[in-house]
């Protein structure tokens, strides 16, 4: 092996390497703060939106709360039931793909040699080259290095299920709580406008945190999630008003 050669194996299984991909493309950050803030974002907008949903049809306090509280209950079992759900059967998937993959391993050797090289073909390396670097990987870790390289499954994404239901129903939760706050603590008369315009607040920032997490525009995230908020709650509010006045 020449030493041009080896260089290129170096820096493919860099490449590779769990730390470098996390470094490169915030995967692992998007990953969790997808649930959480797509978690946050519905309970704080469920929740504003209930609320000033029923405080527009002339409800007590009382029954604003409860309203609220139950809503922040059920949404929040909902979504971590959901995610449950949902990620769940990406994770099936995927350990069913792995168990056929060891199969294929145990009995098709060679085969699965040269699809693992035909894969650093198509990324760029020579045949050769590329028959060397399948080798040593597989060497060191086969199955890992086909959940790897061809079904694009690597610990640092792997489904996780509970994690992801805990994440997303905390969230929630988290979200719903603060609009109910509002509700407690401000002048009954002003409650509509308080709970709307802090929920607004709490959408923008949280807007604003994703995009500079996530690594993407700051102003624009937190315009996004102003925008459907604000929509959501002048919908509500205006539903709310006309039943209460059917209603009554
Ligand atoms: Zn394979």
């Known amino acids: 092996?020449?030493?041009?050669q080896a260089k290129s194996i170096a820096v493919l299984l860099e490449m590779n390497s769990p730390h470098y991909i996390l470094a490169r493309h915030k995967i692992n950050r998007t990953?969790?703060?997808r649930a959480a803030v797509l978690g946050a974002n519905d309970g704080i907008l469920s929740t504003a939106s209930l609320v000033v949903g029923v405080a527009a049809a002339h409800a007590e306090r009382g029954s604003i709360?409860?309203?609220?509280v139950a809503g922040l209950v059920a949404?929040?079992?909902?979504?971590?039931?959901?995610e449950y759900i949902s990620v769940s059967s990406?994770?099936?998937?995927?350990?069913?793909?792995l168990k056929v993959e060891s199969?294929?391993?145990?009995?098709?050797d060679e085969f699965e040699h040269q699809e693992l090289a035909n894969i650093y073909v198509g990324r760029g390396l020579d045949p050769l080259l590329a028959r060397q670097v399948a080798e040593a990987l597989?060497?060191?870790d086969a199955i890992g290095a086909h959940a790897r390289d061809e079904l694009g499954i690597n610990e640092m994404v792997k489904a996780r299920p509970v994690q992801a239901a805990a994440a997303s129903g905390a969230s929630f939760f988290a979200g719903a709580a603060l609009p109910l706050v509002v509700v407690l603590i401000a002048p009954f008369a002003m409650v509509i406008p308080a709970v709307s315009g802090a929920s607004l607040v709490f959408l923008a920032v949280l807007g604003a945190v994703a995009a500079k997490t996530g690594g993407a525009g700051i102003l624009k995230g937190a315009l996004r999630v102003t925008f459907w908020g604000a929509?959501?709650?002048?919908?509500?509010?205006?539903?709310?008003?006309?039943?209460?006045?059917?209603?009554?």
């Open 1 to 4: 092996m020449t030493s041009e």
């Open 31 to 33: 990953g969790w703060l």
């Open 65 to 68: 709360v409860i309203v609220g």
């Open 75 to 82: 949404g929040a079992i909902s979504m971590a039931a959901g």
């Open 90 to 97: 990406q994770s099936d998937t995927e350990e069913a793909d």
């Open 103 to 108: 199969k294929e391993l145990a009995t098709h």
């Open 138 to 140: 597989m060497a060191h």
């Open 231 to 248: 929509l959501a709650l002048a919908v509500t509010a205006g539903i709310g008003a006309l039943f209460g006045t059917v209603v009554s």
